[in-house]
């Protein structure tokens, strides 16, 4: 299994420009989360997924658009890009188990907004 | 919702000693609580939980405390090596959100050789 996979792994954005980060994971995996991190403040969750169609607002929401389409994918969208959404994005995924929380983390993708 | 409170946010320690960090919880109804590993440049990696029928684990030399009355649990890194040095992330689960998992703002360990 190749887990959780994230891509681009750098990218470099203008103010105003839009583009997806992809995320996708192959241990058929329920719930699937994008998280932001920045120095200081941990792991802040943006959005999240209990199943294909389903979708929710985590802390941050604002900026930020997602879809889950099918079990394996959760893409995130930034519309029009910030330079506050410069960070750190990680993608997780995790069993739908109410006695096993362990999240599966993708490598992360390194924004900058310039 | 959740809140998670991680302190100390760095700790610096000798090699050799003991390091401790510690986490507060809001939601009463949270029952599972995981600690985080990050390495500089690498993805957050589970090295230890804790459900909630327990009060103690441990794992050669980590180990996690809970105390479910205070709502704040622990972990605790005994005879530190410099590998140990990295950020260290707790995290629990918000119930009245759909189970969300909350993370703490995270713990920067230093081990000084």
């Known amino acids: 299994n190749a887990g959780v996979t994230q891509t681009p792994k750098f990218q470099v954005l203008k103010t105003g420009q839009s583009m997806t980060l992809q995320c996708a994971q192959d241990?058929?995996?329920?719930?699937m989360s994008w998280y932001r991190q920045d120095p200081g403040m941990g792991l802040r969750l943006i959005h999240y997924s209990v199943g294909a169609g389903i979708t929710d607002q985590g802390e941050v929401p604002n900026g930020y658009n997602v879809s889950r389409s099918t079990t394996e994918d959760f893409p995130l969208r930034l519309l029009s890009a910030a330079p506050s959404q410069t960070s750190v994005y990680f993608c997780a995924s995790r069993k739908k188990r109410e006695w096993d929380y362990e999240q599966y983390f993708g490598p992360g993708t390194r924004l900058t907004v310039t | 919702g959740e809140n998670v409170e991680q302190h100390p946010s760095t700790l610096s320690v000798q090699e050799g000693d003991s390091a401790v960090i510690k986490c507060t919880y809001s939601?009463?109804?949270?029952?599972?609580f995981p600690w985080y590993k990050q390495e500089l440049g690498k993805r957050p990696q589970l090295i230890i939980d804790i459900r909630s029928n327990v009060g103690e684990k441990k794992d050669q030399r980590i180990a996690v405390t809970l105390n479910k009355t205070a709502k704040h649990f622990s972990l605790h890194i005994t005879e530190t090596q410099p590998e140990d040095s990295a950020v260290y992330f707790c995290?629990?689960?918000?119930?009245?959100?759909?189970?969300?998992?909350?993370f703490g703002q995270g713990t920067e360990l230093s081990v000084k050789p």
């Open positions: 939601d009463s109804a949270s029952n599972y």
């Open positions: 241990m058929n995996h329920e719930y």
């Open positions: 995290a629990a689960p918000s119930y009245n959100q759909g189970g969300k998992l909350i």
